[in-house]
């Protein structure tokens, strides 16, 4: 009996997710066919014919086929029915389908080694069992995978890829990190119950840092306006809270990292207003550009903003090489 509940519930949810699927296209397209109802979910005529029965007789009596193509198509001014349209989900659809009647291009993504099945099963076991496991990693720094004891406890996505939080123990000492996911060559079978004091004991990732941004002081007045009502900033700025261990990867995303980075103010749209607090809660590892480098950008750049500090960086960048361009044109003349 409850073997048949839980398959009628199923049924009435697919059906459920048929008729939003209705709606939805009814709004954005302004139309919606029995083809593309049998090509989104894989089902027969005679499924999408019932299912815009359906429709019509709980949601729209006056919806009829156009009798030139048997296309079912709405007024502009149409108003969903059963749904709330959300455009970034609409987006992601039309991307999956690839819809010949709205041309899209996407950024593509560089294909990696795919994660290993056993490996993340092994890891998510560990995380939720609260246990060590040991595990053969290959790092870029490395010229061979090493063996690493590790207690797992978290799963970290930086937009691009997905690592594990977790406390790596070398053979002398040990650190909390990240190790990416798809490094991981192996796993082993043993695992260990996790050593009481690492338990909660991860502080970046309990710290939760406040980071507040503001429109890129470089813009003129309309474009820091627009780029405030874009961001939704109250006040000319906005509080963004952000795991400490994350942090990094946030500034990275949204070039927040780089304020010697010569771009356009409309290319950076986005300033931190506290830039030296996050800066000094990153790993020294991860500081760019790093505080005490002797690197000849940051070292020149922090001089610079000693000597003009009512200039902005991007100021600086430019009043220096719109004088370099000048001592050119002299010696060239």
């Known amino acids: 009996m409850r073997a048949k509940r839980e398959h009628a519930d199923a049924r009435d949810h697919q059906k459920t997710e048929r008729l939003t699927f209705i709606d ?33 007789r709980g949601y729209a009596s006056d919806l009829k086929p156009d009798p ?8 502009i001014d149409y108003v969903s029915r059963i749904s709330a349209p959300d455009p970034e989900t609409y987006l992601d659809r039309l991307a999956r389908r690839r819809d010949e009647t709205v041309p899209i291009s996407i950024v593509p993504n560089v294909d990696r080694r795919p994660i290993d099945r056993i490996v993340l099963q092994t890891i998510i076991r560990a995380i939720r069992e609260v ?5 053969l990693y290959r790092s870029p720094r490395s010229a061979v995978a090493r063996r690493h004891r590790i207690f797992p406890h978290a799963l970290l996505h930086d937009g691009f890829r997905w690592s594990v939080r977790c406390y790596i123990k070398p053979e002398t000492g040990g650190h909390w990190g990240e190790l990416v996911l798809d490094r991981i060559e192996e796993v082993f079978a043993e695992s260990w119950p996790a050593e ?3 338990i909660a004991g991860d502080a970046e990732w309990q710290g939760i840092v406040e ?3 503001v429109p890129n002081p470089d813009l003129d007045t309309p474009g820091r306006a627009l780029i405030e009502e874009q961001y939704g900033m109250k006040g000319g700025s906005k509080i963004v809270r952000v795991r400490q261990c994350m942090l990094a990867y946030f500034l990275k995303r949204y070039h927040l990292e780089e304020p010697t980075t010569l771009k356009a103010p409309h290319q950076a749209p ?27 950008a940051p070292k020149l750049m922090r001089q610079l903003k000693h000597l003009f500090p009512e200039l902005s960086e991007q100021s600086i960048l430019e009043r220096a090489l719109g004088r370099l361009l000048q001592d050119g044109t002299k010696n060239v003349s």
Do not use: C, H
């Open 24 to 56: 939805e296209e009814l709004f954005w397209a302004g139309e919606v066919t029995r083809r593309s109802i049998e090509r989104n979910f894989g089902v027969s005529e005679e499924t999408a014919k019932a299912d815009l029965r359906e429709y019509r």
């Open 68 to 75: 030139r193509d048997n296309i079912y198509r709405v007024p």
């Open 131 to 135: 246990r060590e496991v040991e595990i």
């Open 196 to 198: 009481a004091a690492l």
């Open 211 to 213: 980071l507040e941004l």
């Open 270 to 296: 986005l300033r931190l207003r506290n830039r030296r607090m996050a800066t000094e809660l990153l790993p020294t590892g991860m500081q760019v550009p790093l505080e005490e480098t002797d690197a000849a």
